[in-house]
């Protein structure tokens, strides 16, 4: 099944119009954080619970937080056909919960409620967020409507595993409201394409430099926001080669990964790459900037300890391959800054600075103190151009992954049409 955004069809912030549909399940009290992440990222809600969702949560409630009244009667605002223009008027379809019994109906085209009659009169994309007891979600009824509904061309989400309702626990919760929020950003990318036809190269995780076989010298980086960035990337449709050191998570599948150690190996693939002439290079790796002066091949044992461990500086990746390129044409490189500090005019200032000294065409600040950044799953961070604009991202390091993605996205939009005014 093919899906379009069609600009016709964009809310007044531009950003897709979501229809947010709950179901009568406990996890509907969930869906009330969802709704607060799509209207605080701009999207335009609007909210179809079914009569059993407000059993669970009160439809002011709903309205409060979508700013619009509430449609969950079929019989109600007939002169509006309401199904019908709720479900052509939608860029996006997220059901969470979805029950068993909604999914069941869905499957074979029933229209006995207002949501389950929108889902008919819809063409675009529809993700259900499934939330039920384990032994519902694994009855072979349940197992054949979720195979079918995926084949349909509904994304269907994996439900998390945990307590349930009650004392039982296992697979069936509802995915927590900032996965599911990502799980829609990355449709609505994915639906415009936006890096189609781009190679895109992504360092990610940290270098681990040898001292002798056992030890070496290594930081915290988990690899996570590299990931989530390749994922943004191959959401938005590019090609991906990821060049991963140490990581705690695994790559995504659909990215070419090479794998490396050192800084020096590290290097060595990145220089080797940009030969094949990315259109776009992020640097989210932390690479080590100093490495022992002397490996040992052999353990360097306990009655050596006054040894002193002499350190020399590794090559700095990130500016070796900016100065192989003219600043502003092809590939658009983008780098990471790791600052300490909570103030947010030395990060930027700390950026900046890097930023000018690499000679990248946008820095990514973070914010490391503590190190509670490593491994975590959200962030914050600033986004700075070498026009100086900055723009603040948080949220989930996907969220950042996307926001990066889509302004390198118009950054290579930028420099194709520029290089086209030069041609004519
Ligand atoms: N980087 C690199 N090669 C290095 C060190 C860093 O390519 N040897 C890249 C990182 O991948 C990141 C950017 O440079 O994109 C900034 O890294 P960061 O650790 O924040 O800064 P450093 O350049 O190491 O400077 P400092 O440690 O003094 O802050």
Redesign the pocket.
């Known amino acids: 099944m093919v899906w379009l955004l069609q600009a016709s069809r964009l809310s007044r912030t531009n950003l897709p119009r979501v229809i947010l549909g709950v179901c009568g399940g406990i996890a509907a009290y969930k869906s009330v954080e969802l709704l607060r992440l799509l209207t605080r990222a701009g999207h335009e809600v609007s909210v179809v619970p079914t009569l059993n969702a407000l059993r669970f949560v009160g439809q002011p409630t709903f309205e409060a937080l979508s700013g619009k009244s509430i449609k969950a009667n079929l019989w109600d605002g007939g002169a509006d056909v309401t199904h019908v223009a709720e479900g052509i008027g939608a860029d996006l379809i997220v059901i969470a919960p979805a029950t068993a019994d909604f999914m069941a109906r869905a499957t074979h085209g029933l229209a006995s409620d207002l949501l389950s009659n929108i889902l008919l009169t819809a063409t675009c994309p529809v993700v259900l967020a499934p939330a039920m007891h384990t032994q519902m979600w694994e009855h072979p009824a349940t197992r054949a409507n979720v195979e079918s509904l995926r084949n349909r061309g509904y994304i269907v989400l994996e439900p998390d595993t945990g307590p349930l309702t009650g004392t039982d626990s296992g697979k069936g919760r509802l995915p927590a409201p900032q996965e599911i929020f990502d799980a829609l950003q990355a449709q609505f990318h994915a639906n415009t394409g936006a890096l189609a036809a781009r190679h895109i190269v992504i ?1 990610a995780g940290g270098t681990q430099e040898d001292w002798d076989p056992v030890r070496y010298i290594g930081n915290r980086s988990s690899g996570k926001q590299g990931v989530a960035l390749a994922r943004a990337a191959l959401a938005a449709g590019a090609r991906v080669t990821l060049v991963v050191g140490h990581m705690d998570i695994d790559p995504p599948a659909g990215a070419e990964v090479i794998q490396t150690k050192s ?1 020096a190996e590290m290097h060595k693939a990145l220089t080797g790459l940009m030969d094949g002439q990315p259109d776009g290079v992020i ?7 100093f490495r022992p002066a002397q490996q040992s091949a052999a353990k360097i044992k306990k009655a050596d300890r006054y040894q002193n461990l002499e350190l020399e500086p ?6 070796d391959i900016c100065r192989q390129r003219v600043l502003g044409t092809k590939p658009i490189i983008i ?5 300490t500090s909570g103030i947010r005019e030395d990060l930027i200032a700390l950026g900046s600075a ?1 930023l000018a000294a ?1 000679g990248a065409d946008a820095i990514v600040v973070n914010n490391v103190s503590n190190g509670e950044i490593f491994g975590s799953e959200n962030t914050e961070v600033l986004l700075i151009e070498v026009d100086q604009t900055v723009a603040p991202i948080l949220g989930s390091k996907l969220n950042v992954g996307h926001a990066v993605v889509h302004r390198l996205a118009q950054l290579l939009d930028q420099v194709d049409s520029m290089s086209r005014k030069i041609k004519i």
């Open positions: 360092s800084s640097m989210a790796a932390a690479v080590a900037d590794t090559i700095d990746i990130l500016t780098g990471f800054a790791a600052e890097k690499k």
